[in-house]
């Protein structure tokens, strides 16, 4: 079983559609948890830290559930540019990231 | 742009061949961490280096080696190389300060094809 366990989509919407995405994670000391952003063909870019209380920047709404470990994202009013590969990060100790393979959205016209 | 560069940014090699990757990190970062990529999967940890030393290792072989150089630069070097090897090898630098670590920067990543 892999430590960070994605649902590797895609996800194919409208544009204005709201859309989320789950992640679970095995480890229970994990300490730490990202959503991370990848363009085809790019490196993966820091969306949003992931905080128990939930926390949300413009569309975008990050939430942490540590009693059933996992880690979810929503997005409203999707845009075309939202397409992207959105992977999900956990930090154990050591400060090493743990990826999970990524869930493919694409936002069509 | 994160200010962290990767060179080359595409490299082929035959297998059984040696590779040396370079990275340098954001200005004022100490720690460089490097993941290998798979097409279509997730980045995985290959190893971290925290000034000058290895400061974790994922599941990699040890003919995956580094090095992290005084000015925090570093280099990722494979040995034997197998088919498996290729894919998208990417750096990340970030400041750490005791047992906490500020948030990773990645590099735009070399891409290795192994034939």
């Known amino acids: 079983r892999k430590e960070v366990e994605q649902d590797p989509g895609p996800f194919n919407v409208p544009e204005g559609a709201t859309v989320a995405f789950n992640c679970t994670y095995s480890?229970?000391?994990?300490?730490?948890f990202f959503w991370y952003r990848q363009d085809c063909r790019k490196e993966p870019k820091l969306l949003m830290s992931v905080y128990s209380s939930g926390n949300e920047d413009g569309r975008f709404t990050a939430q942490l559930n540590r009693a059933s470990q996992y880690i979810s994202l929503l997005i409203r009013d999707s845009k075309l540019s939202d397409s992207a590969t959105y992977l999900c990060v956990v930090i154990n100790a050591g400060n090493m990231l743990t990826f999970g393979g990524g869930t493919r959205l694409m936002v069509k016209p | 742009e994160t200010g962290v560069t990767q060179s080359p940014t595409h490299l082929i090699k035959t297998r059984g061949q040696q590779v040396t990757l370079r990275c340098s990190s954001q200005?004022?970062?100490?720690?460089v961490s490097w993941y290998q990529q798979a097409l279509g999967q997730g980045p995985q940890f290959i190893f971290q280096y925290y000034r000058e030393e290895e400061n974790g290792r994922g599941n990699f072989p040890p003919r995956f080696s580094g090095l992290q150089f005084p000015n925090y630069s570093s280099e990722l070097n494979v040995n034997a190389l197998e088919l498996d090897d290729s894919a998208l090898y990417l750096c990340?630098?970030?400041?750490?300060?005791?047992?906490?670590?500020?948030?990773?920067?990645f590099g735009p990543g070399t891409r290795l094809l192994v034939l």
């Open positions: 990340a630098s970030s400041l750490a300060a005791g047992t906490s670590q500020e948030t990773q920067y």
């Open positions: 200005s004022g970062h100490n720690t």
């Open positions: 480890n229970s000391a994990s300490q730490s």
